[in-house]
C-alpha cells in the first residue's frame, strides 16, 4: 500500500492539459497507490479562492483516493486568512500548499508567519515547494518550523537537488518537519540514515506527466534501506501525519 | 572619527586590483583610519600561502593602518588547518570564508576543523553571504549555533536576493554580526531599528564597491553620534581585541 503525498491536478496549465481525476487514479491503481494529496496549480496567481473550490469540485467523487489541499496567497493576508478557516471549517482540508517563488513570497515574511499561526491553531499542515532561491530555501522554511514547534510542515522536494545537506539539517533541528521525496536517490539514503526512515514521505509530482509516478517509485525501490524504512516511507509516515 | 573598515580586498588578482599605495591614499580622503585587508581572486580559494603572505608583510609594514584576516581552502584538509595557524601565529588576527570561492556548503562540516581553529585563538569569522545559494545567511545561521563561542560576521548582509533573511538570522543568534558593503541603507536602517546598533560594522568591500558609496550611504541613515561611534568604530574594536 502507497500513500503519494505530492500531487497536481488541474484543467489547464499555460497551455498544457493536466491530468484529470479520471487519469490520475488509473495510474494510482496500475502502481499500487491508495491515496493522493493534491494539490491545485493554477491556484498559485490569480483567484485562489476559485482554484480552491475548483479542486474541491474535481476531487468530490474521489475522496476516499483524492486528498485536496487547498492555497492561499500571503501577499492577501485578510482574504487567506478567512479562505484558510473556509476550506478547514467547510471542507475539512486538511493542509495548505504554497509555491514562494511562483506565487512571489519570502516564507520569512510577515504575512506567512501570520499565515502559520493560524494553521497552527486550526492543526493544518503546511506544505511547501522548496529548494529554489531565493524565497524557499529549506532553512528559510524550517524558520517557521523554529516559531511553531506544533505546526506539521513539508519540506515538498527535500531540497530539490542541491539543497538536500540543508534539509537534513533542518529535519534533525526540528521534529515538526517533514520530507517530501522528490530528490536524488543518494541524498535519499543519507536523509533515511539520518531519520531511520521516519518523516519521509514519498511524493511523486504527478499530474504533469505520464511517467513522474512510475519514475519516483522507482528511485524509492532503488535505496538500500530496510524494508520496515521503506514501508514506512511509501505508507506509514503518510498515513500517521494525515491521520492525526 | 578613526573609521574602521571591516572589509577591503587588497593585492592583485585574476579579477580584482588593488594597490596599497592606492588603498592608503583612499583611507586618507575618506577618513578611514583602520581596515581589515584580505587577498584577492585565486589568493582566497587556492593559492592561501602566497596570499596570507602578501596580507602578513602589508600589516607588518602598515600596522597602524591594517587589520589583516587570513584565508585558508577547507578543501586542502589538513594542510589548511597547518596554514591557518601559521597565518594566525604571524600576526593575522581573523579568518575569512568565502564558501563560493572556496567551493563549498556554508553550512557543511568540512569547515568545521578551521572554525575549531578559529575557536582556539578566540578570532572573529568573516563569511560573504548572498547569491549564490552556497552563501546563505541560514546558512551560517547553522555555523553560529555549532560554534557559540566565535563571532561571526555576515559579509555583504545577504546582497541582494537574501536581504530578506538578514534580521530572522540575526534575531536568533547573538553571535552574527552584520557587515554593511553593498547593503541598501534601507535594510541597514530597518536593522538597527530592530536589533540595536551593537553588532552592524561598516565595511566597503572595495575594489568591488566605491568607498565612497559605503561611507555615504551610512552618513544618510541619521544616526546619532554614538550610533556612529558604534557602527564605524567600536563594534568592529570589540571584534578585532577578540584574539587570546
Redesign the interface.
Known sequence: MIIDFHGHLFTEWKGMKGMSPEEIIHDMDENGVIRTVVFTLNGFWGDFRKANDDLIKLTEQYRDRLIPFCTVHPNEIDKSIAEITRCKNDFGIKGIKFHPWLQGF?V??DEMLMIAEHADRLGMILVFHDGT???C?P??I??LA?HFPNLKIVLGHGGLK??Y??SI?AVKKHKNIYIGTNFSAPALERLCKELNGSRILFGSDIGFGAFSLKYNLDIIHSLSISKQQKENILFGNSFSLLEN | MNIIDFHVHVGRGSRKNLSTERLIELMDKYEIDKCVICPVDEFINVKNREGNDYIIELVQKYHKRFYGFAVSNPWFGRDSIDELKRALDKGLVGLKIHSILQGF?L??DIVDPLLQVASEYGIPVYAHTG???NA?P??L??LAERHKAINFIMGHMGHS??W??VI?VME?AENIYAETSHAGPDLIKSLIEKLGIDRVVFGSDIPESKLSVEVNKIKLLDLSAEQRECLFVSNAETLLGSRK
Do not use: H, K, W
Open positions: 519570502s520569512v515574511s532561491p531565493p524565497y530555501e532553512l528559510q524550517a524558520n523554529y542541491d539543497y545537506i540543508e539539517l | 556548503m553550512c557543511e547569491t549564490m545559494g546563505l541560514f546558512q545561521l547553522e536576493d537574501f530578506y533573511d530572522p536568533r
